[in-house]
């Protein structure tokens, strides 16, 4: 089976985690945990870095470190991960759903202010498979209505927009290091800031909110968010390959669109949006409505033929749990519900060969044809 991702580690992880066995630096009080928020911080441009377990619980921390709760409302895609909307109901806010772009499956930002009430307090991009979401439109609505924007980047580490690092761009930015993202450490995460204030209640929210002067009395309910020592150590390496990962994800997404465009019925990723060319984190194929296969059929077929594929976001505001809860009744994302059944990633991790990315479009155009 040709796994849907699989990452590659090849460069100083082994030697990075050897060192921690040999010195005996394995919690998350050593010294590698500090190393990859300094070097990831500077990597996106940003002040500072607090790492923590999963980029699932960077949102929460983010989302608490802005103290937002009860009462207030948060504007999210309907089309992205779970942890996004399920951070938002946590923290006792309210998650405002807006649909995605056709095109490149962001957040539909062109209406972004009908969306905003007098209890709004924030928005939470979050950039979908590999182009940014259109992050101005958002920078000016949130200054105009004074919101806070909390910024998931865990699939666009590496990308730009405008110039400018995706996760630069939030008062937090948030990212994940999933086996399946351009940079793992197994599992963990990390909150990226420039606002110092910000960055120390981040790093006492994700350590239960010890106290500095007397340790086990509590001001505030935090979390053990911690990442180890040996998770940072093999970020740290990770991170040293990034420039080189970044070309190969460019180059095996190019590959794959001239292979793939003359399929009848697909809709590929877009290439190049303004100056940004995409770094396709998840590589997609949408199917044409003139096509009779659904997704789910195509991935069973391609299941058959070896090749590991996975489904596209299912919308937020269709998710039973969220239904259960009495949310979401009137919600109409016409495109997220379409792309959902329509669309699907196939294997796109940086361990993937040559030979694999031909026999993926050749089960493809057999599937199809
Ligand atoms: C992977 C991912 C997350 C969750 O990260 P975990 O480390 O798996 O908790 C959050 N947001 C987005 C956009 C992701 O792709």
Excluded at 174 to 191: P, V
Excluded at 260 to 285: C, D, E, M
Aim: hydrophobic fraction near 40%.
């Amino acid at each position: 089976m040709i796994p849907v991702n699989e990452p590659l580690l090849v460069g100083n992880e082994k030697k990075y985690l050897v060192e921690c066995i040999e010195t005996g630096w394995v919690s998350s009080d050593g010294p590698f945990v500090k190393r990859l928020e300094s070097d990831f911080s500077k990597k996106v441009s940003r002040n500072y870095g607090v790492a923590v377990c999963n980029g699932s619980a960077a949102l929460e921390v983010a989302l608490a470190s802005l103290e937002i709760g009860r009462g207030d409302e948060v504007i999210v895609p309907t089309f992205t991960i779970i942890s996004c909307v399920s951070a938002i109901i946590r923290s006792g806010a309210t998650p405002v759903l807006i649909d995605c772009d056709p095109n490149t499956w962001n957040m539909d930002v062109s209406n972004i202010n009908k969306y905003i009430t007098s209890r709004t307090k924030a928005i939470m991009i979050v950039h979908i498979y590999g182009l940014p979401t259109d992050i101005d439109p958002v920078l000016k609505v949130a200054k105009d209505s004074n919101l806070f924007v909390i910024e998931d980047a865990a699939q666009m580490l590496g990308q730009s927009y405008k110039g400018r690092p995706c996760g630069s761009f939030g008062d937090i930015s948030t990212f994940s290091f999933y086996a399946n993202k351009h940079i793992t450490t197994g599992e963990g995460g990390i909150l990226v800031t420039d606002n110092q204030e910000l960055a120390e209640r981040c790093r006492s929210l994700r350590n239960l909110c010890f106290n500095s002067k007397n340790r086990y009395v509590h001001q505030e309910m935090g979390w053990n968010f911690r990442i180890s020592n040996l998770q940072a150590a093999v970020g740290v390496a990770q991170l040293e390959c990034l420039d080189e990962f970044m070309v190969k994800k460019r180059s095996m997404g190019e590959f794959y669109t001239s292979r793939l465009s003359s399929v009848s019925g697909l809709q590929l990723p877009v290439q190049k949006k303004n100056s940004t060319r995409n770094i396709y984190w998840a590589y997609s194929l949408v199917l044409d409505d003139s096509l009779s296969i659904n997704a789910a059929e195509l991935m069973r077929k391609m299941a058959d033929l070896g090749v590991g594929t996975r489904p596209f976001f299912w919308p937020m505001h269709k998710q039973p749990v969220f239904q259960k809860l009495g949310l979401f009744k009137d919600v109409d994302c016409p495109v997220a519900e379409r792309i959902s059944s329509r669309g699907l990633n196939i294997p796109s991790g940086l361990a993937l060969t040559k030979e694999q990315m031909d026999y993926v479009c050749n089960s493809v155009e057999l599937c199809l044809g």
